[in-house]
């Protein structure tokens, strides 16, 4: 057990949402002037964003996107077809408004922030990072723990101060994303021991690995699941397979679900961090919206053990929340059925006809 077990601590564990009664939405949704359910998912999405919010929801329109990172020891058995070394490269590449998350945030009007939650560099000369350190990168997860207990806790504790001050500055929808090379490798192996599959199953290409790299990750992930073989709690495994940036998604994503707020994850890696969050905390899933399903093939295992339909199918494996930034705005647009569209009564048009007898 960590020392600060984020599902005990003062602000009490994550209540489902209930701002509003489903039937009343899904009558509301019925007498819009429409079809009954003709708008699909995006139907689904407006129930699920008036529960938590209400009935109609706010525009949703100041969102924003939180990027950690953090270095994985693991990457040094060449599980990544990229070096360690680059995790710090596209942290000053996203600070700096170059990557495609800074393009998809200025072409969707979201606010991105990138963090370092333990990246294997000193950052502390790039202007426009959070410099939340925990650590220099994790251990090796093949050959013993990623994170000390006090380590894991202390990166908890970040994402949730994280999440908490774009909350308190005004943000209405929170988005995760992630950078750090090898964090596909520890996404795997966490995911696979908190699900009780093989590896295999969940293991893709990740940054592109193929070949010797695709062996080695293969190999890495075995290995740490066979350290953890037998455990079952939720912490320890993130302690134990885990990374400083998924450790710090685990906070931010439990502090804004207590907050009541939606939060957009993305791919493959943040996923597994909300597999971690709702095993602590169950009704977390309810704040959940799954951006779009990911190329690596663990993805889909994830959100079907999630029970989440994701909005987008782009074939998208880049991490860095790209995939949440995407689907930003259809959630204002989810909300705006509520808020802005007439229903039959008000807009005096005859509404369905009755059956013949």
């Known amino acids: 057990m960590l020392a600060s077990d984020p599902v005990h601590d003062p602000e009490g564990a994550v209540q489902r949402p209930r701002a509003a009664d489903p039937d009343a939405i899904r009558a509301h ?40 990172a953090g270095d994985h020891g693991v990457a040094r058995r060449g599980v990544s077809a990229y070096p360690p070394e680059v995790t710090a490269q596209m942290c000053r590449n996203l600070a700096s408004g170059g990557a495609a998350a800074c393009v998809l945030a200025r072409a969707v009007d979201a606010d991105l922030l990138v963090a370092d939650l333990g990246v294997d560099a000193d950052l ?25 207990p006090g380590e894991c806790d202390a990166a908890i504790t970040a994402g949730r101060g994280l999440a908490m001050e774009r909350l308190g500055s005004g943000a209405e929808v929170l988005a995760l994303g992630d950078m750090g090379i090898g964090n596909t490798t520890s996404a795997s192996a966490l995911t696979a021991a908190i699900l009780g599959l093989q590896g295999d199953r969940l293991i893709g290409p990740g940054t592109g690995s193929t070949g010797v790299r695709l062996r080695a990750k293969r190999t890495a992930v075995e290995r740490g699941l066979e350290r953890v073989a037998g455990v079952t709690d939720p912490l320890r495994l993130l302690q134990e397979l885990g990374g400083f940036e998924i450790a710090g998604m685990v906070g931010a994503i439990l502090a804004a679900a207590r907050a009541g707020r939606v939060v957009v994850i993305d791919g493959f890696v943040v996923t597994a961090a909300s597999l971690v969050a ?49 689907a930003l705005p259809l959630l204002t647009a989810a909300a705006g059925l509520l808020r802005d569209m ?16």
Do not use: C
């Open 29 to 68: 949704l019925d007498a819009l002037t429409k079809p009954p359910g003709s708008l699909g998912r995006l139907e689904e999405l407006a129930l699920r964003l008036a529960l938590v919010y209400g009935d109609p929801p706010p525009p949703l329109r100041r969102r924003s996107v939180l990027v950690l």
């Open 124 to 148: 502390e000369d790039v202007p426009g990072l959070a410099h939340r350190k925990v650590g220099r990168g994790t251990r090796d997860l093949a050959s013993g723990p990623a994170m000390t």
């Open 342 to 357: 007439a229903t039959f009564e008000s807009a005096g048009i005859a509404g369905p006809a009755a059956a013949p007898s």
């Open 278 to 326: 709702t095993r602590l905390s169950p009704a977390v899933v309810h704040y959940l919206v799954a951006a779009h399903r990911s190329a690596e093939p663990g993805h889909t295992i994830q959100l079907e053990a999630l029970g989440l339909v994701p909005l987008l199918d782009l074939n998208l494996r880049l991490g860095e929340g790209t995939g949440a930034l995407l």
